[in-house]
């Protein structure tokens, strides 16, 4: 089974979440914050080659040099934890694939950036978090609702809810 960035980000922010999302029960996805998401994604950085594969990844964009330094670009800083831990799995699966790599999370919005370096305690979380995503999303059901801070602006909201 092959785990994405956002299945990983799912985990952190909700395994229900990554559950419906995993077994393709998809939602509103036409939502404002989805659109506005994808609008400062199309027009950040709008010199820069977006949607880069390395292997089995795919990440906004990458800068070259002396070390290479992965960029994702975000709508807000709210889900700040989820989305470090999916830049920490790209740099996880670009070093498994040879090539080490810092990571810089960016909100344009908020003109906000946050350099992240995986350490050795984040390859041994993330090498984790991958096995623990398979069981979850090879369960018949969704695990239980724990309801956050986040949940109204969910897309899943009125299924979880329900």
């Keep these: 089974m092959r785990v994405t960035g956002v299945m990983v980000q ?6 229900r979440e990554l559950w419906f999302f995993s077994n393709q029960i998809n939602m509103n996805y036409d939502n404002d914050d989805i659109s506005i998401g994808r609008h400062i994604h199309e027009k950040s950085f709008s010199r820069e080659k977006k ?5 089995d990844i ?14 994702e670009i975000k709508k807000s800083s709210k889900l700040e934890e989820p989305v470090r831990y999916q830049l ?13 790599t810092d990571g810089v999370l960016v909100y344009p ?5 946050e350099k992240l370096t ?15 995503i398979k069981k979850i999303v ?7 609702v724990v309801i956050k801070p986040y949940c109204k602006r969910c897309t899943y909201y009125e299924l979880c809810m329900v």
């Design 10 to 15: 799912y985990y952190i922010a909700c395994k």
């Design 51 to 55: 949607n880069v594969n390395l292997g």
């Design 58 to 71: 795919s990440f906004d964009f990458i800068k070259t040099g002396e070390k290479n330094t992965i960029f």
């Design 88 to 100: 920490y799995y790209y740099l996880w699966n670009a070093k498994k694939l040879g090539k080490e």
């Design 109 to 113: 919005k908020e003109k906000k950036r």
């Design 118 to 132: 995986l350490t050795p305690e984040k390859e041994r979380e993330m090498e984790k978090i991958v096995e623990d």
């Design 138 to 144: 090879s369960q018949p059901l969704p695990p239980p």
